[in-house]
């Protein structure tokens, strides 16, 4: 499985940015999510949603970011706005699945910068 994620890029902060995460295959079983890492820092999840449509925020994101999910393009995008420097960091895709088979992939990830 690849995941496909695109959409970083520089921003000042108060700006807004869309990121995007395209699957290879079908990922009807499988939470998705955003997990971003800051220089120094360890990878945390920012957001993720089911195939159901539930959502999950972390504190920071709740309010300003917005996490969707299109399940017959197995893509998911994160609506990311009043930016600000601290959500600068590489921001990875991920799908995991907590039933038997459990697996877990990553994307390449896409640096987002904020500047203030």
């Known amino acids: 499985v690849q995941l496909q994620a695109s959409g970083g890029g520089l921003v000042q902060a108060g700006g807004s940015l869309r990121l995007s995460c395209v699957a290879s295959?079908?990922?009807?079983?499988?939470?998705m999510g955003w997990y971003r890492q800051a220089p120094g820092k360890q990878r945390e999840l920012v957001a993720s949603v089911t195939s159901g449509g539930i959502v999950r925020y972390e504190d920071s994101a709740e309010g300003r970011f917005t996490i969707s999910r299109h399940n017959g393009k197995d893509a998911i995008y994160l609506e990311m706005n009043n930016l600000k420097p601290e959500d600068t960091a590489v921001y990875y895709c991920?799908?995991?699945?907590?039933?038997?088979?459990?697996?877990?992939?990553w994307g390449q990830g896409t640096l987002v910068t904020v500047s203030s």
């Open positions: 991920n799908a995991r699945r907590s039933m038997t088979p459990v697996q877990n992939y």
């Open positions: 295959r079908s990922m009807s079983s499988f939470v």
